[in-house]
């Protein structure tokens, strides 16, 4: 009784200290953590190993082949093979020559007459055999198995390359989550703030109404107006706590798992990370998608190699080498019985004549495929520049607003704390406070959500730089 509670209160401890631990993140490590535990990396891993094993598959098939057997039967009737006439009667000159002996000498002859219709029935062996043996092969040349070897292989760095764009991919949701929760985060602060200074002016404006220097519709208007932004808040914590989730699955991270992220928007933001990004130049040769696709390509030329390899010869060698025991009854351990060997060695060639046409067929779709990969490389070539100069001038646009919005919103602060000075010294109305404050609500939001654009534009041209 003693030790299961011990070993209870270990495990409560243990699942204590799981749900309790935090993990530190700026943006390039949760990229980086992403990298090695996002369940998309993962299978393109898995798809690569697999593809590698392909490659060693296809590589055994031009290695020498060992086989070895071993078989033992057991005949219940053993095999009767039949001879035309009757073997076992005299022929015919034998009974004449010796009718003769017998009427010289007396003695009688009782040896059955031959008969030319008859059929004799013959079994030969012994009822249980065992034979063992083994086969050695070893190709020695086939247009295919090259074809095919050069094919897996380019499949396997196809697959490789799949890994850098998963990776790419990852690291473009991760940064895109990771901008949210910041978001997030900072306009649920920024509510935050904007309440606190509400409540103050709601508070003094409760008692000035108390003390008769008020009216009761300026504390209902504030009121009215602290309801709205705290149902704003609420909304702001439980999206912040959505973004945070969804991070924390695109990073491969358990959702139990405390986070605090280490950059903020300001760090991301910076001007110098800015102007780096707009001096790095296009190139195609860096694109995911194009590299990836120039390996279809690669393999569809492959496959035309292949359906002309087809016509050529294939030759390849043989050796074979095995023992059969012949018993009546099962003594095959004996090692003073005898086993009696066949040993043979031999070439095999194929020439392939004649197919009806259907290597043409085959040869003439593999040009077909060949041709629509190569239309799809120079679709994506021309698709890469025009997501690189969208992404640019997003970027340039996002840049842009950022910055508009950034004025606005400084404005409407201005604005807001002149209106409620006046409103302080009874100059201007609850109403025109409230008017106030929800357009630096509003300024505040589209400040946000230009720097959320701004976060995203800079990661989309990130991807199409290839530089994540």
Known sequence: MIAKNLTTLVLLLCSLFTVGQSQSFSLVEAQNYAVEHAFAVKNARMDAAKAESD???????????????????NFIDIPTQVAQGDIFG????????????????????NAPPADPDAISELQFGSDQTVTAGITASQLIFDGSFFVGLQASKAYAETMVLNIEKSEADTKTAVAEAYHMVLISRENARILAESKGVLETTFNETSELYKNGFAEEMDVDQLQLT?????????????????????????????????????????????????????????????????????????LAELGIKNEKARSLPSIGAFYSYSENAQRFEFNFFDGDEAWYPTQLWGVQLSLPILAGGGGGQRLQKAKIDLERAE???????????????????????????????????????????????????????????????????TSQGNYINATLQLLNARTRLNKALSTL
């Open 55 to 73: 490659v060693k598959e296809t590589l055994a098939i031009g290695l020498p082949q060992l086989n070895a057997s071993l078989e033992y039967n």
């Open 90 to 109: 005299f022929p015919a000159y034998l009974n004449e020559f010796l009718g003769g002996v017998s009427q010289e000498t007396g003695v009688p002859i």
């Open 226 to 298: 602290l309801a709205d932004l705290e149902s704003r808040i609420n909304y702001a914590e439980k999206q912040a706590k959505i973004a945070e989730d969804m991070l924390k699955f695109q990073m491969g991270l358990d959702l139990n798992t405390e986070m605090t992220l280490t950059d903020n928007v300001d760090s991301l933001t910076s001007g110098d990370e800015v102007g780096s990004m707009l001096m790095t130049p296009f190139s195609i040769s860096n694109n995911y998608d194009y590299r990836i696709q120039s390996s279809y390509v690669t």
């Open 375 to 441: 239309a799809a490389l120079s679709q994506i070539e021309q698709g890469a520049m025009l997501e690189y100069n969208a992404a640019s001038s997003d970027f340039d646009h996002a840049l842009e607003q950022r910055d508009i919005q950034n004025r606005n919103f400084l404005l409407a602060q201005r604005i807001f704390d002149k209106t409620q000075i006046k409103y302080n010294e009874g100059v201007a109305s609850s109403f025109d406070l409230t008017q106030a404050q929800n357009q630096l609500l």
